[in-house]
Nanobody, 121 residues
Framework: QVQLVESGGGLVQPGGSLRLSCAAS????????MGWYRQAPGKQRELVAT???????NYADSVKGRFTISRDNAKNTVYLQMNMMKPEDTAVYYC???????????????WGQGTQVTVSS
């Protein structure tokens, strides 16, 4: 019954900003790593940014210095602050999380439904 619900996508002008949110809900014991991926039309899905539960982060070179990933463990929520956006950032953005649903079970990989981000004038 675990769900990852994304919000914050939409249309933004080049140079503008957007903030994505992804909240995990349901039967959750603990959320481990969380991250964001994106997929542009006709292209492969690529990693954008990841964050461990302890706050260690990793970014794709294409977004480094412009995007910031953060998380609120108390809310089981991960954020992606996107600044200085470019048309090349246009894609469907997917939230990902490694989640332990029970203290008796191993963790599993979960995905959000995806949210469209369009950068255009």
């Amino acid at each position: 019954q675990v769900q990852l619900v994304e919000s914050g996508g939409g249309l933004v002008q080049p140079g503008g900003s957007l903030r994505l949110s992804c909240a995990a809900s349901g039967s959750i014991f603990r959320v481990n790593d969380m991250g964001w991926y994106r997929q542009a039309p006709g292209k492969q899905r690529e990693l954008v940014a990841t964050s461990t539960r302890g706050g260690y982060t990793n970014y794709a070179d294409s977004v480094k210095g412009r995007f910031t990933i953060s998380r609120d463990n108390a809310k089981n929520t991960v954020y992606l602050q996107m600044n200085m956006m470019k048309p090349e950032d246009t894609a469907v953005y997917y939230c990902n999380a490694d989640i332990v649903v029970s203290r008796w079970l191993d963790s599993g990989d979960y995905w959000g439904q995806g949210t469209q981000v369009t950068v255009s004038s």
